[in-house]
């Protein structure tokens, strides 16, 4: 490779995000692109590039020298190369590029450049994946086993660990902690997501919650008056007691929820 010609555009995104949300810089690299290129052409990135009416060749992967190096080839014959990032973000790659490019003389440009950003939240996605692969055929046969019921220990213990930590003022035992707890709300939603005849799902549980809080805020969400700490407990209280009532006048006292 001689001269300097070329450009390599690394486009990264976050497998959390739809993934034909890219910002305006990410679109305008591909469609400047004289060739885009991905490892594999399933993934759901590369289905929205191609989609768009881009189309995207495969590049097989091999270690990763060689494939950086192929990468750069690329670049310096087609003079716009865009590389589409894989969901596992491609370890090693970025690595390999630097070494390639630091030992040419006139190396094509490299630039990186963001197409998605996570969200605030979006890791609880990798928690429900997760969730998911354990409980799933082929994964944990542990994980397979449980049951709402053998599972309730767990739940008790994690709690009480986490109180611990929060006693102990160790901010980072206390995330760890809260992980557990959060361990306990996935599974659970998980188990309930394959119930025969009344199941739910996680979607379910954070709907459910997200609707409570709006209906029990409504000096936030609504027009209501509590500007004390003391006012909204009361207000807290008198909204709960009316649903229960409710609950009970449609399906009996047995529907009444705590």
């Given at each position: ?90 370890p090693g790659l970025t690595d390999a590029i630097a070494s390639e490019v ?157």
């Amino acid at each position: 490779m001689t001269g300097a010609r070329g450009r390599l555009t690394l486009l990264v995104t976050s497998p959390r995000v739809a993934p034909g949300l890219l910002t305006r810089d990410a679109w305008t690299a591909l469609g400047s692109a004289a060739v885009v290129h991905a490892v594999a052409l399933d993934e759901p990135l590369v289905e929205a590039v191609t989609e768009s009416g881009i189309p995207v060749l495969p590049l097989d992967p091999d270690t990763p020298v060689p494939y950086a190096a192929r990468l750069l080839v690329a670049a310096a014959a087609a003079a716009e190369v865009v590389w589409l990032g894989s969901a596992d973000g491609d370890p090693g790659l970025t690595d390999a590029i630097a070494s390639e490019v630091s030992r040419l003389p006139e190396p094509p440009e490299v630039e990186v450049v963001v197409g998605s950003w996570d969200v605030p939240g979006a890791r609880l996605l990798d928690v429900v994946a997760v969730m998911d692969r354990l409980r799933s055929p082929g994964g944990c046969p542990w994980d397979a086993e449980q049951t709402h019921e053998s599972l309730l220990p767990y739940l008790h213990e994690e709690a009480g660990e986490y109180e611990d930590a929060v006693r102990s003022g160790d901010r980072r035992q206390m995330a760890e902690e809260l992980g557990d707890v959060l361990l306990q709300v996935a599974f659970h939603a998980r188990v309930a997501q394959e119930h025969g005849t009344a199941p739910f799902d996680i979607d379910d549980v954070a709907g459910h919650l997200v609707d409570k809080l709006v209906r029990r805020h409504p000096h936030v969400f609504a027009d209501a008056d509590a500007s004390t700490p003391g006012e909204v407990e009361e207000q807290w209280a008198r909204i709960k007691a009316q649903e229960k009532a409710a609950a009970a006048d449609r399906s009996g006292p047995s529907a009444a929820r705590p």
